[in-house]
């Protein structure tokens, strides 16, 4: 007997229907003021960005990857620098370092499937000028030993916080530890618009000045060229979205965390799974739970019973650490994270999800550990 129940990975659709009436008139608001690029929506989305993470400057940009690119431009990272960034991240981390002419010196992860102090340190050589903490799954790196490292060898810390917005460490918004950080409106993220975008953020009067040349051809408040840049400028339709959702973005961030705690009381008893930290587990950090990424035995036959049940999962990155692209003429052996891409599986984590999906989800995933 076939299934006829289905619930996608992340229901796009829905990312517009349940507010229609909303964007629709945000849609004709813009475009009857004719405002496209660079216009109020923008200035206002960033202007709000800024009390949110309480930070100095907020750039919005035309996608996570482009942040990560003007970032490192705007601190003189190129050509014979390295910059160290962990395996377990989206392949844009390491390639915004090479479009700089930058080397990516790749490390592993420790116990909590982040960047690991340690064997970012054994990477560090006399050409190391940065360490790319990436903030997976909307969790903050522990920042503590990073930036300890970070001191001891005179190093930038350079923040990919794509997935992170709203997360903290320790009371401090991750993307405002180091010289800059990053983040992505992609539609999947908490906080996503209808196509790409992204921003990034600094607390250095200095780093700022030269982002807002780099987006934007070079050109100053004038309008005079000044310098080389490029364009890389969120579309103001994007931002009058953007910070519209805005406005409910703690609401979504909490029915998240909620969903998170289901998920792990339902499992924590399960030794079949390895779970990532429960949203009351550390008084030091404040997850948003981008995803809900777990380890489990069987991974494989478990994501096929679960889309015989109609349930969508994804295995993360397709299943590829960025070490293990040869392609691109890496060659490191990092034993922890080639164990955790054995056993990765996320399930399903957005606001679009009812209770009654996630008591299915949950059902699905215990009945096939009892088989």
């Given at each position: 007997?076939?299934?006829?129940?289905?619930?996608?990975?992340?229901?796009?659709?829905?990312?517009?229907?349940?507010?229609?009436?909303?964007?629709?008139?945000?849609?004709?608001?813009?475009?009857?003021?004719?405002?496209?690029?660079?216009?109020?929506?923008?200035?206002?989305?960033?202007?709000?960005?800024?009390?949110?993470?309480?930070?100095?400057?907020?750039?919005?940009?035309?996608?996570?990857?482009?942040?990560?690119?003007?970032?490192?431009?705007?601190?003189?990272?190129g050509p014979g620098d390295e910059v160290i960034v962990p395996s377990h991240t989206y392949i844009a981390s390491a390639a915004a370092v090479a479009l700089v002419g930058a080397t990516p010196v790749l490390c592993d992860i420790g116990d909590d499937n982040l960047i690991d102090p340690i064997s970012a340190e054994?990477?560090?050589?006399?050409?190391?000028?940065?360490?790319?903490?990436?903030?997976?799954?909307?969790?903050?790196?522990?920042?503590?030993?990073?930036?300890?490292?970070?001191?001891?060898?005179?190093?930038?810390?350079?923040?990919?916080?794509?997935?992170?917005?709203?997360?903290?460490?320790?009371?401090?918004?991750?993307?405002?530890?180091?010289?800059?950080?990053?983040?992505?409106?992609?539609?999947?993220?908490?906080?996503?618009?209808?196509?790409?975008?992204?921003?990034?953020?600094?607390?250095?009067?200095?780093?700022?000045?030269?982002?807002?040349?780099?987006?934007?051809?070079?050109?100053?408040?004038?309008?005079?060229?000044?310098?080389?840049?490029?364009?890389?400028?969120?579309?103001?339709?994007?931002?009058?979205?953007?910070?519209?959702?805005?406005?409910?973005?703690?609401?979504?961030?909490?029915?998240?965390?909620?969903?998170?705690?289901?998920?792990?009381?339902?499992?924590?008893?399960?030794?079949?799974?390895?779970?990532?930290?429960?949203?009351?587990?550390?008084?030091?950090?404040?997850?948003?739970?981008?995803?809900?990424?777990?380890?489990?035995?069987?991974?494989?036959?478990?994501?096929?019973?679960?889309?015989?049940?109609?349930?969508?999962?994804?295995?993360?990155?397709?299943?590829?650490?960025?070490?293990?692209?040869?392609?691109?003429?890496?060659?490191?052996?990092?034993?922890?994270?080639?164990?955790?891409?054995?056993?990765?599986?996320?399930?399903?984590?957005?606001?679009?999800?009812?209770?009654?999906?996630?008591?299915?989800?949950?059902?699905?995933?215990?009945?096939?550990?009892?088989?």
């Amino acid at each position: 007997m076939s299934n006829t129940r289905t619930i996608p990975f992340f229901n796009y659709p829905a990312l517009f229907r349940e507010t229609e009436q909303e964007f629709v008139q945000i849609f004709k608001d813009v475009c009857s003021r004719g405002a496209y690029i660079l216009q109020k929506d923008l200035l206002e989305l960033e202007d709000n960005l800024k009390k949110f993470l309480n930070v100095k400057h907020v750039f919005g940009v035309a996608d996570g990857t482009n942040a990560l690119i003007l970032g490192l431009k705007a601190i003189d990272i190129g050509p014979g620098d390295e910059v160290i960034v962990p395996s377990h991240t989206y392949i844009a981390s390491a390639a915004a370092v090479a479009l700089v002419g930058a080397t990516p010196v790749l490390c592993d992860i420790g116990d909590d499937n982040l960047i690991d102090p340690i064997s970012a340190e054994q990477k560090i050589t006399k050409n190391t000028k940065a360490i790319m903490p990436v903030h997976v799954n909307g969790r903050t790196c522990a920042m503590a030993p990073l930036e300890d490292l970070a001191k001891r060898y005179n190093l930038m810390i350079v923040e990919d916080a794509a997935q992170a917005l709203g997360s903290k460490y320790k009371g401090k918004c991750a993307g405002t530890f180091g010289k800059f950080g990053t983040f992505s409106f992609y539609p999947a993220k908490v906080l996503g618009c209808f196509g790409d975008g992204g921003a990034i953020i600094t607390n250095d009067d200095e780093v700022a000045k030269k982002l807002s040349l780099l987006r934007d051809h070079g050109r100053d408040k004038n309008g005079r060229v000044i310098s080389w840049g490029t364009n890389s400028r969120l579309d103001n339709l994007q931002a009058a979205f953007l910070n519209f959702k805005l406005q409910t973005f703690p609401e979504d961030i909490q029915k998240r965390r909620e969903i998170a705690l289901q998920y792990h009381e339902a499992f924590k008893n399960l030794e079949e799974l390895d779970l990532p930290p429960g949203p009351d587990d550390s008084q030091h950090h404040i997850d948003i739970y981008q995803n809900y990424e777990m380890g489990a035995d069987n991974r494989d036959e478990l994501k096929k019973y679960l889309q015989e049940k109609g349930i969508s999962t994804i295995i993360q990155w397709g299943g590829t650490p960025v070490h293990q692209f040869k392609e691109l003429g890496f060659n490191e052996h990092l034993p922890k994270t080639e164990a955790f891409f054995k056993k990765c599986l996320m399930l399903p984590m957005n606001v679009s999800l009812s209770y009654d999906d996630i008591n299915y989800i949950i059902d699905a995933v215990r009945s096939f550990y009892k088989k």
